[in-house]
């Protein structure tokens, strides 16, 4: 009895499997980067947000320091304090110095 040899065929590549097997892929990869920048521009977002509190609160500050600094460097507060210190103004004493010597 003979025996029967098989013979073995190349294997023919199915083109529209591997189409479809690209573009499921590329879809895959899609979706995982849309994803990704939704939830990279919702932390940025956030971020942003802290950072414009933070530079309001700020804000209040130096207007408020601002405010404070005008106060003080009012002739009459200096005054006051000044005579409470027991310091008094004599203006026999007061010279004015020019820069034109």
Not at 25 to 52: C, D, H, R
Not at 53 to 75: G, P
């Amino acid at each position: 009895m003979a025996k029967t040899v098989k013979k073995q065929g190349k294997r023919k590549i199915n083109v529209q499997a591997v189409a479809t097997l690209c573009c499921f892929f590329s879809f895959m990869i899609y979706l995982g980067s849309m994803t990704f920048v939704k939830a990279y521009n919702y932390i940025l977002s956030t971020q942003v947000a802290a950072i414009e509190a933070d530079r309001n609160d700020l804000q209040a500050q130096v207007s408020t320091l601002e405010t404070v600094v005008k106060e003080m460097s009012n002739y009459d507060y200096i005054a006051s304090i000044a005579e409470k210190d027991g310091i008094k103004a004599n203006q026999s004493n007061v010279k004015i110095l020019s820069a034109n010597k």
